[in-house]
Every structure is written in structure tokens, then in C-alpha cells.
């Protein structure tokens, strides 16, 4: 069973400046609800128990968000508003599960879940990039479904436009297992159109090997200088892990930048 989720929370935020010089991007609310809130609601619906979050000193206002006691129990203390009340015990039910890590540098996912090592305790766990929300279809859900039936990590994706290809994690597929899962043998980040093995992306949530923390240590900065996940997955491949690439339902809105932000907030409106 997966029981755990990390998730990397110390990205800087440029694509979202100005507002992110003084705020932590993940806290910006989506049509009333910062966004984090959704994806810890995605893990608690797929029965995640615990919740890595990897911070960095930058965004210790995610830290204070879930542990701000003190004030909540003032201001209930003295008026006993109901709405309070609830919003409250919210962030009690998330605060209950999350444990905060430092990654004080930004070299990267890779370097980000690193910093989780000591924390996993079963073979496989799921990461989530709270960038990229996907809505009407609990896609984590389905992706622990995908690890039970095939016994392997699992990488949500999506099609792309090829004009586009530059910006994601890109994978070659060797075999189609079902409708919505194929195995796949190449992963490479953020190549040129010429380099790219296909127009299948790789999208923020992954289902990944406690063993992918040996390959993060040897790792060497890759793309822009970052330590990136899609190397030490490659790594795992080429030692026959599996790997499956799932083509999850649901619609992806991509929320780390300021026209996927603002699609966001009336795409959730529409609910
Ligand atoms: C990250 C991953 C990339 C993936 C993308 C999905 O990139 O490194 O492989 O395709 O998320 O959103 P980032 O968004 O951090 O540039």
C-alpha cells in the first residue's frame, strides 16, 4: 500500500513574480482555497496517511499556514463564529498529517526529494508537484490503483503540443499494457523538438521506488543545473525498473503560471 506522499514545496515561483516576492505560490487562493489544499485533499481521498512537505526557509509561511494554534484558539475564544470554528479544525485534520524538511537551495526536484530519505518507510511512495492540479478525477487515486495491478512505479501523462515540448519531461513508450498505461524506456528532460523521443509528458505525480534515493545520491546536476527526478528515473530503467506512464482522466490546469493561474481559478469555479 502507498502511504506516503512528499511533496516540493521550496520552488522559488519566478513564473508567478511579483506575487511571488512576497508570498509562497502555493498558498495563492484558487477560487477560495489555496492551492495546496487541493492536492492534500487528493492524497487524503486516495488514502495517503502521511505528507512530506519540502520546504525551504523562503516559504516558511506554508510552515505557519498549518501551525498557527495560538491565534485560531484567540480569536475563537473570543467570538464563537462558527465558520472559524470549522476552517480551523481543517487545518488541524491536514496539520495532523504533514512533517515539514528544509531544502534551502533550489537545485531542483531531485535534490528536493532527497531530502526525504530518512522519512520513507515503504518500498514505493507518491510525490505530488503542487503546480500542476488535476481536477474532476482523483488521478492519485488512480495511479495507486495502477501500482497494485502492475506492481511498478507510475508517472501520470498527458499528449502535448509539440511547440511546447521544451518544458516537460518527455518518455518513449516500449509497450501498451491497457487503454490507459504503457510501459515506457526513455525519459529525458525538457529536450529540444529534436531530441524529443515523443510528445507524451510526464505531469506532477509520480509513484516512485524508495530505491530512486541511491540514484538522486550519484546523480550530478543535469538540465539548468538541477538535480533532476527524470535522470534518476532514467538511471532506475536502465536497471530494468518498471515504469509506466499513466494517461490519467481528468483535466490538467497547470497553476505555477499567471495565465494557468487565472484559467484555474474559473476552471474550479465551474465545478
Ligand atoms: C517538472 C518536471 C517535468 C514535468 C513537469 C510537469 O518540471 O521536471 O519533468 O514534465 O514538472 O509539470 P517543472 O514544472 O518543475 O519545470
Redesign the pocket.
Known amino acids: 500500500m502507498i502511504k506516503q506522499a512528499i511533496i516540493p514545496l521550496a520552488?522559488l515561483g519566478t513564473r508567478l513574480l511579483p506575487l511571488t516576492s512576497v508570498f509562497a505560490k502555493e498558498l495563492l487562493p484558487i477560487n477560495g482555497k489555496p492551492g495546496i489544499e487541493y492536492i492534500l485533499d487528493e492524497c487524503i481521498e486516495a488514502g495517503i496517511k502521511e505528507i512530506v512537505f519540502i520546504i525551504s526557509k523562503k516559504k516558511e509561511m506554508i510552515k505557519n499556514y498549518f501551525n498557527n494554534d495560538k491565534f485560531y484558539k484567540d480569536i475563537i475564544k473570543k467570538k464563537k463564529d462558527p465558520r472559524i470554528i470549522k476552517e480551523y479544525k481543517k487545518i488541524l485534520k491536514y496539520k495532523k498529517i504533514i512533517k515539514f524538511v528544509y531544502q534551502n537551495k533550489p537545485l531542483?526536484?531531485g535534490d528536493a526529494v532527497l531530502k526525504t530519505k530518512n522519512y520513507i518507510k515503504d518500498k514505493y511512495f507518491l510525490m505530488l508537484?503542487p503546480?500542476?492540479l488535476i481536477i474532476k478525477y482523483n488521478c492519485s487515486k488512480s495511479m495507486i490503483d495502477v501500482h497494485k495491478r502492475y506492481n511498478s512505479s507510475v508517472m501520470a501523462s498527458m499528449t502535448v503540443n509539440k511547440k511546447t515540448i521544451s518544458?516537460?519531461?518527455?518518455y518513449k513508450l516500449i509497450k501498451k499494457l491497457d487503454k490507459k498505461n504503457f510501459l515506457i524506456n526513455d525519459?529525458i528532460?525538457?529536450p529540444s523538438l529534436n531530441k524529443a523521443p515523443s510528445n507524451k509528458?510526464?505531469?506532477?505525480r509520480y509513484i516512485l521506488p524508495k530505491k530512486i534515493f541511491s540514484k538522486l545520491q550519484k546523480l550530478t546536476p543535469g538540465k539548468g543545473g538541477e538535480i533532476?527526478?527524470?535522470d534518476a528515473i532514467q538511471l532506475l530503467i536502465n536497471e530494468n525498473e518498471k515504469f509506466i506512464a499513466h494517461n490519467f482522466s481528468g483535466k490538467y490546469l497547470?497553476c505555477?503560471s499567471m495565465q494557468g493561474y487565472i484559467k484555474s481559478n474559473f476552471e474550479i469555479s465551474k465545478l
Open positions: 520552488g531542483g526536484t508537484l503546480d500542476d518544458r516537460w519531461g518527455v525519459v528532460e525538457k509528458a510526464v505531469i506532477g533532476h527526478i527524470t497547470d505555477g
